[in-house]
């Protein structure tokens, strides 16, 4: 349509079905010498009917991939070997994982995700905030946000403290974006090789993380000198009702 001509009926077919109804009032509106405020009004109608159906649209996919997403693989581990050749730890999905198992359904519902990291906007800040963006293809978009610090555990450098942390918000913002579940870790058929993170029957508690920091190195100085390993000291935690985060439980398992 140009220079105020009204649309054909068969190019009005070709337009989308939901969008028809309001492109006819704003070529009315044009046809009659509509000012540009009331032009304005219309087009912001029409913006906000299409915002309208792109959430619809959003929503509806995310619910029909949620539908078909098959059992995501566990081949992370946090823990160590021992001498007989059996693990000590806990398994859990990685970002990879995930990736592998929901990147086919993504793609058939128009879904795709991408994650940023915020700028800092205080020099003193030392935190990273990372944001995953799960987007569909009919352009609504919707956000999920984590914030944390760099994980210093073990003998990482400066950058790789950073990227550790970068890929477990990645992980974990990706899973909540996603609506994703998992079931309670286990020994995937190992026969009990792998010793799994019991969670307590009773409400658990999450340990908070200036509280762990204060008593890590009394922990750590325990496994190094063999008075404690870090499985009894997660079990202690554990019996208290308290549940670790995973960057936690590497620490305490980390400890050689």
């Known amino acids: 349509m140009s220079n105020g001509e009204l649309v054909t009926s068969d190019q009005q077919s070709s337009l989308p079905v939901i969008a028809q109804p309001h492109m006819r009032l704003i070529e009315i509106a044009v046809e009659k010498g509509a000012d540009i405020v009331q032009l304005e009004k219309l087009m912001d109608l029409q913006d906000r009917f299409e915002a309208k159906q792109a959430r619809k649209a959003f929503f509806d996919a995310l619910s029909g991939f949620q539908s078909k997403l098959p059992k995501i693989e566990k081949t992370g581990k946090v823990g ?125 508690k999450l340990y908070d993380d200036e509280t762990f920091n204060k008593n890590f190195s009394t922990w750590e100085n325990a496994i190094k000198s063999g008075k404690k390993t870090p499985e009894a000291v997660v079990g202690v935690l554990n019996k208290n009702g308290f549940t670790l985060t995973e960057v936690q439980l590497s620490k305490i398992y980390g400890v050689k």
């Open 80 to 204: 160590y070997e021992n001498k007989d050749g059996s693990f000590t730890g806990y398994k859990h999905s990685t970002l990879a994982d995930i990736g592998r198992a929901t990147a086919p359904i993504l793609a058939e519902f128009g879904l795709s995700y991408r994650f940023q990291q915020l700028p800092r906007t205080d020099p003193k800040d030392q935190s990273i905030t990372l944001v995953c963006i799960l987007t569909h293809k009919e352009g609504h978009e919707e956000r999920t946000q984590m914030t944390g610090f760099a994980d210093t555990s073990g003998k990482k450098n400066a950058i790789q403290a950073i990227a550790s942390t970068r890929t477990y918000m990645q992980r974990y913002t990706l899973t909540d974006a996603l609506g994703l579940t998992f079931v309670e870790e286990d020994d995937d058929g190992q026969g009990g090789a792998l010793t799994s993170i019991e969670q307590p029957s009773s409400q658990p």
